[in-house]
């Protein structure tokens, strides 16, 4: 250990006096929130009484005889299996395309193309999409009137009801196209230059220079993209409401149910909990993978 | 020394002032809560004003929302047993709450007549009576019912629904319709747990046995029910349940017999008054058919919500008073304007009568008819029903619906999942 001067201990605790208000606002608002709710996880708690100690019961009917928890966590992963690659693979092709050139209308539609996320999980864009998707709604009107097809009932059909909502997400793609965006402008010049003078046309520089420079901006937004996946939640509630055969019923949907609606706090803990588990574990298997393809300009020499 | 003379006096000033609010503050100080729309508020809001102005020594706070953040807030406030002397209450959860000991039993208060009932018929009493003692008072009286559209039902060359009407008249009218118009016969109506409720009373049975443990219907009762419901869909003579989950949360004036889609619908008797100002253009309203023509029709009279008392109230007889005001004062019933159902004393509904507007009147008659022709009212809800309804009956009746599941294969589910949450501790 080293001693502190008078000043220097003045200094610090001057420090932690003026970041109190966060330390205590984490404390007070993150950290308890989570321990209690731990606690709350092997209990029976209605929010009405007080909490009720019943061990491993909350966990054993989630995994024993709860086959909703069985269909949430189905459609859950159905919707991050394809939600996220799809937003991704949209928001990288995008920003490809707005990389090309530096022109002024370039810059506006980096601007419009940026709009859907930022309305991003708000309920009006969740609105908007029932009404397309609705049984008059646009996407019906095109079908009948313009295609002279049958018309589909979109949200009420279990094959159909899910993809309307991964067709969203996909929409939604403008938050990693910016991240994208910024990552593209990164990778030098004089790579492609090189490259060209070589000889190599669009699709090998593609694959040689812009996907391995990109590399570790594609992890952060798979990571970032999978971990925002699991915790969907606006777009079903208002949509479709777990609707048609719990097809929709996300994970976090079904923990709102089971906490508010069924007024079971202790079940719906037990739930977030192990949302928490599943993706600290998915996280886990992307960092652990991410050494195979992911390529860091500084560790060159390892 | 002279900076903390001037301390002592602040204090000395500032504990006064307390100890002498305190003992002038002969006011009361009551707070009301209740749910509901726009409307609501400011009628409520207005009749508290009223009530105020004739009861000076009493204030009300009041708190106010909708419903869906309703439930959360009392319990919340429950929870920290700081609830408010008067709740408006819902059939729904009052049983739960008795149970837990947070209302207060009314009895004393009706007979000391302060809240005075001699204009209240005794089946609109009865609803707030739980384990023998009233624990809410109605606020208005409601009935489930077919709202029809004589129009299209003239159109069709369909008799219109009588009184005495079975569910095989009931079954061929919706299919004739259907026929003839090429709309839907009835709407809202196949998957509706209400509609399969009503005939279970009407079958003598009951969603819940007596103490509310097991599934109180059987098999048979259950796949009659289906086989009827089924035969109506697959005849395309209703919407689809496809159709109907796509078009959960529209509101009023997307419904399809505001739109004329179809010629009947099912509706709360309250209902009808914006269903008809939706659609513009006079509606009515039909009891539920019934199982032969001697039998009883399953619609009944339903509280559409209490006021009830919070136990720890320290002001039992002054929430009495305002509970007293809102029953029977003719002023504050005229601002309310039986937007909360047909209010139960007797002498309002007279005097509101005249005043009426048609689709009003309409409400009216139908909860005279279903008083006449009805059932009695079944036992309020048991605690757990509202999680049995959402994760059992409602994705088996979806699964049915869906043609997911075979009849004899969702009954035996339906009764061992809802009894293992009706018999969990």
Sequence with gaps: ?302 | MKRFIKIYILIFLLVFLFLSSNYSAEVINLRVSWWGSQTRHNATLKVIELFEKKYPNIKITPEYTAWSDYWTKLNTQAAAQNLPDVIQHDYQYITEWVTRGLLLPLDDLIAKKIINLSDVAPQYIQPGIIKGKTYGINLGVNALGLVYDPELFKKAGVPLPKTDWTWDDFKNTVIQLNKKLGIYGVEGFTGQIECFKIWLIENGQWLYSEDGKNLGFDEETFTKWWKMMLELEDANAVPSIAVDVSRTGLGVEDQFIVKQKSAMSLAWSNQLIAISRAANRPLKMALFPRISKTAKSGSYLKASMFFSINAQTKYPKEAGMFIDFFTNSIEANKILAAERGVPISKKIQAFLKPQLTPAQKEAFDFIKLVEKYGSPTPPPDVPRHAEVSNNVIGPIWEQIRYKQISLDKAFAQLKSQAEKILQRQ
């Design chain 1, 1 to 302: 250990m080293f001693r502190l001067t008078k000043k220097k201990k003045h200094d610090l605790l001057a420090g932690y006096f003026f970041v109190s208000p966060w330390i205590l606002g984490f404390l007070i608002f993150i950290i308890f929130p989570i321990l209690a709710s731990l606690f709350l996880s092997f209990t029976k708690y209605d929010i009405l009484s007080s909490p009720k100690f019943i061990g491993l019961e909350n966990w054993k009917r989630m995994f024993l005889e709860d086959r909703r928890f069985l269909n949430a966590t189905k459609a859950t992963l159905k919707y991050v299996i394809f939600a996220v690659p799809a937003r991704l693979l949209f928001a990288f092709i995008v920003a490809l395309i707005l990389n090309l050139s530096e022109h002024k209308i370039i810059r506006l539609y980096r601007a419009i193309y940026y709009v859907p996320s930022l309305v991003g999980g708000s309920v009006a864009v969740a609105v908007m999409w029932r009404q397309i998707f609705g049984l008059d709604g646009l996407v019906n009107f095109i079908m009948e009137k313009i295609l002279g097809m049958s018309r589909i009932i979109w949200l009420g059909d279990p094959k159909t009801a899910i993809w309307t909502l991964i067709l969203l997400a996909m929409w939604q793609f403008g938050s990693p196209m910016l991240i994208f965006l910024a990552g593209l402008k990164q990778i030098p010049e004089s790579l492609y230059e090189a490259a060209s003078i070589d000889g190599a046309t669009f699709w090998p520089q593609l694959f040689k220079i812009t996907i391995p420079m990109l590399s570790p901006v594609i992890f952060f937004n798979l990571v970032m993209q999978t971990i925002g996946g699991f915790m969907v939640f606006t777009q079903a509630y208002i949509i479709t409401g777990g609707a048609p055969l719990d097809t929709t019923l996300f994970y976090a949907l079904y923990i709102y149910q089971k906490g508010f609606r069924d007024y079971d706090m202790g079940y719906a803990s037990a739930m977030a909990w192990f949302l928490l588990v599943i993706i600290a574990i998915i996280t886990f298997i992307l960092f652990k993978t991410s050494g195979r393809w992911v390529y860091y300009e500084a560790e060159r020499g390892r």
